[in-house]
């Protein structure tokens, strides 16, 4: 069996430390209530894709929606105090 090698170096070279920084970790974790919030919206939606929604659902997603609007409100309100600037 014959290997099959490439027989240049890569064009640019990667850093070492291919880790996130400290600021990339906290951005990702301020964040992540609002991925949540979103994966949430997102199951209610998927789970009445088929169907025509009953009262449950629209509640459901209702309630769905109205967490990730309050998640995104908070990060930037977060955002904003951590800028320096005026809470929104």
Not at 75 to 83: C, D, E, F, T
Request: glycine share 4%.
């Amino acid at each position: 069996m014959k290997l099959i090698v490439a027989r240049h170096t890569g064009v640019t070279r990667l850093p070492v430390d291919l880790e996130p920084t400290d600021a990339e970790l906290l951005a990702v974790e301020d964040e992540m209530s609002v991925v949540l919030a979103e994966v949430e919206l997102l199951d209610a939606r998927i789970a009445v894709i088929d169907r025509d929604p009953s009262e449950v659902d629209v509640r459901r997603i209702r309630r769905a929606e109205n967490r990730l609007l309050a998640a995104r409100r908070d990060l930037a309100n977060r955002v904003s105090v951590h800028g320096g600037g005026e809470a929104a």
